[in-house]
């Protein structure tokens, strides 16, 4: 699917307020979407998989179709709009550390025969394992990565 065309109108409304809402930085140094700061949540194994586990979400998809190439590409659109628009909400931050998208997609639900799609952000923290180490080790999703420097404007 080419991306390139994708723009800010390919995010859920939902998804659109998460990414206006902004970023926060933790006590922890973990980089956390503003929406999805919940100071209850952990305990966490390290930084890292705070960011991981917080910023995380599924892509909204009850209103397209169960199956086909159709559902494969509004998912991907929807996920990459809203990784992009988080991604220039981070820059726009200020927050010191990079942060990357990481945009999944594989087959789930009760046969794992519907297509599902996740996003989620975190960063390379020294001293601490990245969150895709080898990304070949995925052979039961898609998995695609927007660093900060490959997000083109909405």
């Not at 859920?12 to 206006?20: D, L, N, Q, V, Y």
């Not at 194994?45 to 705070?50: A, F, I, P, T």
């Not at 809203?82 to 991604?87: D, E, M, N, P, S």
């Not at 998208?101 to 639900?109: D, E, H, N, P």
Request: aromatic share 8%; net charge negative; charged share 25%.
């Amino acid at each position: 699917m080419d991306v390139g065309n994708v723009t800010d109108d390919d995010v859920p409304a939902g998804f659109r307020s998460i990414a206006e809402r902004g970023w926060t930085v933790r006590p922890s140094g973990a980089r956390v979407l503003r929406a999805f700061d919940a100071p209850s949540a952990g305990p966490f194994g390290d930084v890292v998989q705070e960011e991981y586990s917080l910023n995380g979400r599924g892509m909204t998809d009850y209103d397209i179709p169960e199956s086909g190439p159709e559902r494969e590409a509004i998912l991907l659109r929807r996920c990459v709009a809203y990784a992009r628009a988080c991604l220039r909400a981070r820059e726009d931050a200020d927050l010191g550390l990079p942060v990357s998208a990481y945009i999944s997609v594989s087959f789930g639900g009760l046969e794992e025969d519907t297509l599902t799609a996740n996003v989620t952000f975190c960063g390379v923290h020294p001293g601490v394992r990245p969150y895709l180490v080898d990304i070949e080790d995925f052979t039961q999703e898609a998995i695609l990565v927007l660093p900060p420097s490959e997000r083109p404007a909405g």
